[in-house]
């Protein structure tokens, strides 16, 4: 099978985090994928989407490529540009990290139910795909309910998580001093202005419990980008917490862990959430954590989070000053252990190939060789079908031949015994078996009704031997048949992909 990567997304996050994540996922799939090979389709520098549709169309041909796969669908530069006709034979796969463009707009901080005009293409790529891959149940279940997409082609293949977010054994007080002014005893959270965040009810609520605590934490705030740190300060001086809000701007992940193992508490009471990767990492770090209690949080953290109404401050100050102070024990390390054990790399890149069985391609062969034995229209004849075109290591999960015959007459198949070997065929008359494999009369035609009609014979363990070549010969001999019209055999099959050990990078194709 080949497996194609769509690689826009290198062009707006390289070097990101999110870059990052992308890159290690594709590399564990190239891995696990086997003999089956990996390509990586780099778009144009170009704005006009016609030219990279062009491209594409040319470029999946030319490497007569099996499956497309496309890992953020929201940030895709051309979604109208991958449609039926550029794909081919081609299948598509999608991977939904969540449906937030489809359940908020942003505008102002304001929002609105209905769903920004610009993804209404990404949407429509979303539906049509033939797989769409997502990371939780509840994002498949709005799949569903925002997305209109049926079910059954939503799978839950989970997350992964980088191996640096984990306990440390010491902090360096003084490292976090010097390079963000961390002073005191801290309280960590992630977000932007973002509605669906909630940053100013998490502002309230640290507000009152640090009032409480008289003015003993400070509330770091990281992955805020340089644009919205204004915005930030604004909102703290409102809230009266502009003297201890430390704001990180973006970091990497070997900052985030110190951060997290630093953190007394770790506050994330946003309103909407897909896949929460920074409630993974607090996790993984044992640092204690206040989530909103929506279907996403719970079923990352497993029982393992103090859950709260994010609309409700008191109760968001309430948890946090239940959490502060909370040692970390071996207890929390353990139970962090298993938490994250299902949220590694290997583990996702398998679930998606297994995911990939349920994908049928489609073939229709015609004879490779075909003999009449008079000439007459209807008559008897030799013929032979050659699945070389069908790629290897597949399973057939269907096949049948599709012949014509006139009314009231009887169509009889027979297997050729002996005189039609593939590597050596001969033009003498072939020996036919005796036994009969199929036979079907048609109809006597009706007044004012075709003369002519078709007959389907399901033959699916002969379509498999033939694949597997266990048959010395594979002719078929049949009496009664239209030979004006030829058989045709129609083949669905699915891929094989056993994981095998092997490396891979991303690299041009």
Known sequence: MKIAF???????SSGTRYFLNTETLIKHLAKKAGLHRCHYFHPPHSSDHSQVQADLLNWIREHNIDLYV????????????????????????????????????????????????????????????????????????????YGGIEPRRVHVVGEGINDKFRPLSSIDRQALKDRYGITKQYVMSSGDLAYRKNIDGLFAAFARVNQELKRSRQLVVTQLPKEEQEGIKQLAEQFSISDDLVMTGRIGDDELSLLYNGAELFAFPTLYEGFASSLLEAIACCTPILASDNASMAEISGGRTRLINPENVNEMAAGMLDLIGMPHTSVTRLKASKAIRRFRWNSVS???LRSLRQLEYAAVLYPN???????????SCFFSFSLDDIPEKILIKEASIVMSGSSGHTISVYRIKRGWNAPAASRRRPARSKAVLFKKTLSASKEGMPKTGKVKWKCIELARKWKEATLSNHGLYVSGLDASNPPALYVSYVHLLKPARGASSIRRV
């Not at 942003?106 to 990371?135: C, M, Q």
């Not at 060789?369 to 209807?378: D, L």
Request: no cysteine; hydrophobic share 40%; proline share 6%.
């Open 6 to 12: 769509d690689m826009s997304f290198i062009t707006a």
């Open 350 to 352: 398998e679930a998606m």
């Open 70 to 145: 496309v890992l953020h669908p929201f940030e895709l530069p051309y979604p109208e540009a991958i449609n039926r006709e550029t794909l081919g034979r081609a299948k598509l796969a999608v991977m939904v990290q969540d449906f937030i463009p489809r359940r908020y707009e942003y505008i102002n901080n304001a929002v609105s139910a209905a769903p920004p005009l610009g993804h209404l293409n990404h949407f429509e790529l979303i539906r049509k795909a033939d797989l769409v891959w997502t990371n939780l149940e509840s994002s498949r279940r709005d799949a569903s309910l």
């Open 369 to 379: 060789r075909f003999w009449k034995t008079s000439k007459s229209a209807r008559t």
